[in-house]
């Protein structure tokens, strides 16, 4: 008797303190959340005082003001390509009518909405139990629990992740910086992480559709077909440590189609034949090559953080005529062999894990890109937190990589600044600083990979 009251009153005990548990989950996940808000309002705030108090060098991003003329340019009956600088799909056009009818910070507001939906995602993927269980199983130290205290201990664990994932995003001063500013990266960010979000509830159709409506909005999200592809059809198992002798690192089993794939390609071909499809039949070519051809032939020869810029830049200038040479745009198109080569080869490689392929595809994809602005560090931030209980660096060594990956980027943006803004001419070291950032983002890459834990 006295034995089923002790186990009756750890049970009641378990029960009562899960349920405070929750309730301190759901106050943390407010606060933070609130917090977030607060701070993206008071930044959009101080950047209408900034623009008007220093129009020369405005807290706004180039990109909003042409968002907003592309919607200007659309309810007036014109196609926003009209704008020589438009190069987006017309949906974000769409999205930033309500900035030119009501105020125009409220493009901005948006793409904070979508900064915090970000925040949830991730929240969410990470308190997945996959995920958690690959954490708790990379952290565990000592005796195992077990029983109601194992239990809450997994709770704890998870609340705590959950929120410093959710919070590496919401208080990281570029993701912050990027959607205050009036661009629009968190809002492709939605549709990549809501394609995981769904793959993750064996909803294949909706991912591929969440996908789809990703590539309409930015192409760079077509590099995630294919590992998700061979995920979804069983293909590939878990590599074997990079390194190691006796075997492939790819492991591929018998290749047959299944029902899971033809779900999500129709789901992602519908979304973005439709969304294609109604933006060619209103805009027609000016739209498709504005918002996809136009990309890959690219040459943007204004210094950026890629290796190719300088090249690109000899080119044009050569020529005279603002990165439009044909030297220039074959150059470009070369840049895409190595970087599809790469990227691909990682998608295969680690296509069992698609959150971790994801991540260093991406990071892959930045690091060789043709044009790279800080903007495009945003892809590699929203797919970090997620994949982050694959990864297994210290946090000595994390830190050390974000110090060096952040050390890179200051390096370039000095002899950029004297550039800009001293007039100097200092293209050569610019671009040299540029080959040491790559190097620090290639050293990075290395390690994560390296780090992996199947």
Known sequence: MAHAT???????????????????????????FGLGIVVRLVLVAYGEWHDYHYPILPYTDIDYAVFTRGAQLVLSGHSPYDCDTYRYPPTLAVLMIPSVLLHRTIGKLIFCAADLVVAWLIWDLVAEKD??????????????????????????????????????????????????????????????????????????????????????????????????????????????????????????????????????????????????ALSYAVYGWQFLWSTYLYHFVRADHRHNFSPYFYGVYLAASGNGDGGGSTTARVLGLAALIPQAGLVMYLGTLFAGDLRFAWLVQTMAFVMLNKVCTSQYFVWVLCLLPVAAPRIGLSLREATGLGVLWLGGQALWLQAAYRLESGGEGNYVEVWGCGLVLLGCHAWCTRRVIASYRC
């Open 6 to 32: 002790n186990i009756a009153t750890a049970k009641v005990g378990a029960a009562s303190s899960s349920s405070w548990l929750n309730i301190s989950v759901q106050l943390n996940k407010g606060a933070i």
């Open 131 to 276: 995920a958690m269980e690959a954490l708790d199983a990379r952290n565990r130290r000592g005796p195992k629990s077990t029983g109601a205290g194992r239990r809450e201990a997994k709770k704890t664990l998870q609340m705590c992740w959950s929120a410093m994932s959710a919070s590496l995003w919401l208080f990281n001063p570029l993701t912050i910086a990027i959607s205050t500013r009036g661009n629009a990266e968190a809002v492709v960010a939605t549709a990549v992480l809501a394609t995981l979000w769904f793959l993750q509830r064996g909803r294949t159709g909706a991912a591929g559709a969440a996908l789809g409506i990703a590539v309409h909005l930015k192409l760079y999200p077509v590099i995630y077909t294919l590992p998700t592809l061979i995920f979804l059809g069983g293909w590939a198992l878990p590599p074997l440590s990079l390194g190691t002798k006796g075997g492939d690192t790819l492991r591929i089993r018998e290749m047959r189609p299944t029902w899971a794939q033809g779900r999500f390609i129709v789901g992602a071909t519908g979304a973005l034949g439709l969304a294609t």
